[in-house]
């Protein structure tokens, strides 16, 4: 594999490098990428030494894939640059997902529909990637009719400098903020930019997102997104109605069945999902089962996992695998 990994000095960038050496997944050619800033700096990777590349450098070295964690803005700019030199890119902004002449792939899931012809593909966001992945195979069995999804989310799916307001906070030190509120003991419903319809955009790419990669627009969905002091990852309280009636058992024996997912749920003995357990790791992780007895047809499940992880690094370096296998990749 010839890889570029663009915005490599950010978080969701190192945890991509993380992801590669964890998984002994080292490209023939590396090339990481950054701002004009950080650019001709040194970069270490599988106990390789490198320098930071620009954009036009990294063009010119022609890599099969560029996975990009640089932002919306970034992508919109230079994504269709790398396109136009027969570099596939992975992107993990929200500059192209609801673009319908782009995929959204969770691999799992929709991997098959990429294509050569595929030079855009979009990596949904970090908290739509965990509720997919446990809704796929409920979907297929029962049909979803309607989702409420409540979230808690980590201050690492903001970045670096929300993660420094928490540690901040918790020294009592005074410091830069990135949230309008204190984030140390508290919480806030408060997830991206507030819509005319006063859903955030969080909650709003909850909804669009999920549609698109069940490919179901007739799925209701609603969300409300919570803002959490935890670094561990993204949690959700995930209440579902379905088309038709199931037995628990079969819910659990799904589930567990289900790639990229790990049943926790040992209610005799405290066992359920939580971020302290997520932090680091690639799965999904699923509790909390039990049947909604206010309605017919419904069901409660609790789903946990690390947003830099399967959330944004794992499931892209998982969609450049797939493509890199299938002969997808590059020109």
């Not at 979230?151 to 400098?161: C, I, M, N, P």
Request: aromatic fraction near 8%; proline fraction near 5%; include cysteine.
């Amino acid at each position: 594999m010839k890889l570029a990994i663009v915005g490599v000095t950010g978080l969701v960038g190192r945890e991509i490098l993380k992801v590669l050496d964890e998984h002994k997944l080292y490209p023939e050619l590396f090339i990481p990428v950054a701002s004009m800033k950080s650019a001709g700096l040194p970069l270490t990777f599988n106990h390789n030494s490198y320098f930071i590349h620009t954009h036009e450098q990294a063009i010119g070295a022609k890599p099969d894939i560029a996975i990009f964690s640089a932002g919306a803005a970034a992508s919109r700019e230079w994504a269709p640059r790398y396109a136009a030199a027969g570099i596939t890119v992975i992107d993990n902004s929200s500059a192209w997902r609801m673009d319908q002449s782009i995929p959204l792939i969770v691999p799992e899931i929709n991997a098959s529909i990429l294509t050569k012809d595929h030079k855009i593909i979009a990596n949904p966001n970090c908290s739509t990637i965990q509720l997919v992945l446990v809704m796929a195979p409920l979907h297929a069995k029962y049909g979803i009719k309607r989702i409420v999804a409540s979230t808690y989310q980590s201050v690492t799916g903001t970045g670096a400098k929300a993660i420094q307001q928490l540690e901040n906070e918790r020294k009592g030190i005074m410091g830069e903020m990135a949230y309008p509120y204190p984030i140390d003991l508290n919480l806030f419903p408060h997830g991206g930019v507030f819509q005319e319809n006063g859903y955030t955009s969080e909650e709003m790419k909850l909804v669009n997102e999920t549609q698109k990669i069940l490919d179901d627009y007739s799925i209701r969905i609603t969300a409300t997104i919570v803002r959490v002091p935890v670094l561990g990852g993204h949690s959700e309280a995930i209440n579902l109605e379905f088309c038709r009636d199931y037995e628990i058992r079969d819910i659990f024996a799904l589930l567990g069945a289900a790639p990229g997912i790990i049943v926790q749920d040992d209610i005799k003995n405290n066992i359920y999902p939580m971020p302290i357990g997520a932090k680091g790791k690639d799965e999904v992780f699923v509790g909390r089962i039990r049947r909604d007895e206010s309605q017919p047809n419904s069901l409660n499940l609790f789903i946990v996992a690390d947003n830099l992880r399967k959330g944004a690094a794992t499931n892209a370096v998982q969609i450049a695998t797939y493509l890199y296998a299938n002969g997808l990749a590059g020109g």
